[in-house]
């Protein structure tokens, strides 16, 4: 089972910012926190991760909890082609390896 | 600089056919991975590898069979199709940073029928 909790879905004005909210009450102190969006039929896209600090790249801001239980992904002005599914993801526990498990995500509806 | 390379794109495979998804990655990453989703679902981890000659099960590894003999390759074998395997295939890659996959880059999918 994946070890994120996120809404099944949101909607978000174009132009304005969405904040992707992800629970992750369980995860472990060297675990990071991944995500990846999912744009109709095609195959993810990795967006952004980080462990305890907060994140940024050209797609979006990554803000994590002090506690790490929980983070926030930001897209500061939402477009229509970022209507997608976002999935969080945390690395299932274990040394040396990539098992990485997609949840349910959230499908982001951007509406003009 | 190709990325990953998923073949074929489209599969119809009789019940109890046997076959091999071909995945190829030319970006030196040692992290493969094998998703399968099912129409409306999120993706399930099937198998994966952290380098070559390594590999593991993930969440659904039954009825399919891999092997990592180089860096590139990742191929998945169905033994014997069932209804049930129709599903989109995706593999995916990745390096490694501090034991950790950098980030994952996807396949394009292949998309299996199986009647």
């Known amino acids: 089972d994946a070890k994120t909790t996120q809404p099944p879905s949101m909607d978000c004005a174009e132009g304005r910012a969405a904040n992707l909210p992800c629970n992750h009450s369980t995860i472990s102190g060297n675990e990071y926190v991944y995500w990846y969006r999912q744009i109709h039929s095609q195959g993810p896209q990795y967006i952004i991760h980080g462990l305890k600090n907060n994140e940024t790249n050209e797609m979006a801001s990554l803000i994590i909890t002090e506690d790490r239980k929980s983070s926030t992904l930001i897209l500061p002005h939402a477009t229509l082609r970022d209507t997608a599914v976002y999935y969080c993801i945390v690395r299932v526990e274990g040394d040396n390896n990539n098992d990485m498990r997609f949840g349910a995500g959230t499908r982001l509806t951007v509406k003009p | 600089n190709a990325g990953v390379t998923q073949t074929p794109k489209f599969q119809v495979l009789k019940t109890g056919q046997s076959m091999t998804l071909q995945c190829a990655q030319d970006?030196?990453?040692?992290?493969m991975s094998w998703y399968r989703q099912d129409p409306g679902m999120g993706l399930r981890l099937i198998h994966y590898?952290?380098?070559?000659?390594?590999?593991d099960q993930g969440e659904v590894p039954n009825g399919y069979n891999v092997s990592r003999s180089t860096t590139e390759d990742f191929p998945l074998r169905l033994l014997s199709a069932a209804p049930s395997q129709t599903s989109v295939y995706f593999c995916?890659?990745?390096?490694?940073?501090?034991?950790?996959?950098?980030?994952?880059?996807f396949g394009s999918g292949t998309r299996l029928t199986v009647v």
């Open positions: 970006m030196n990453h040692e992290y």
């Open positions: 590898s952290v380098g070559a000659g390594i590999t």
């Open positions: 995916a890659s990745s390096y490694s940073m501090f034991g950790q996959p950098y980030g994952y880059t």
